[in-house]
């Protein structure tokens, strides 16, 4: 198996580790990984703007950057969200709408590549602690990913997943919102802060950086001690 990693603008500024973590695992599983580096922002933070001929220009760089790759494995569920279903949108009816709509078919959030594509049915993963999942609002409702994450939660042992009031709420940040809207964002980070510590969980799972930082700068100002952790992390940390 072959793939691409799409690190994503978070992941390549801010968390680094959960890039390492993922290619590990994958290159664990079977899988050679490269790394395009023409790769730059998917172009989302422009398209939910409203500036759409910006975001066909980062979209046809992310096009360009991985024509070539078999298989693209994003660590982030919004922004697989964005190539496929806003891609083939920006470029209907352009010369590049085909090319668009090739990346969309080939793209896959991490943990939606794990089971729906290598078939994971357990996982060499030790990690003792209590967890509570939160889906970010586009991989849940826009990707549809549901099953893949607690599937591969369910395959570490050690890991006892509690239940999150509100999980299924988003927690404020949705890229430009939490600018755009920064005290209703707040209040909305400070709820989803509050049922996670309420919970008694040790972690905090999520597929999406820009959930766990939101979230987690909320839980750090509440000087509370449960850790946000990707789930390429967790999967890497507790690899045996």
Known sequence: MQASLMITCLCDALYPNVGKAAVM???????????PPGQTCCGQPA?????????RKAALATIRAFEDSRAVISLSGSCAAMIRHSYPALFQGTPHGQEAQALADKTYEFSEYLTGVLGVESLP???????????S??????LGVTAPPQKIL????GLQLLELPGAQNCCGFGGTFAVKMPLISTEMADEKAGHIISSGADI????DMS?????GGRLERLQSTVRPLHIAELLGEGWE
């Open 25 to 35: 695992v994958l290159e664990r599983l079977g899988v050679q990984v490269d790394f």
């Open 47 to 55: 398209y939910n703007s409203g500036y759409q001929d910006d975001a």
């Open 125 to 135: 993963v030790t990690f003792k602690a209590r967890a509570v999942f939160h889906n």
């Open 137 to 142: 609002c586009h991989t849940l409702r826009n």
């Open 154 to 157: 369910s395959l570490v042992r």
């Open 204 to 207: 905090l799972v999520s597929l």
């Open 211 to 215: 959930c766990l930082m939101n979230i």
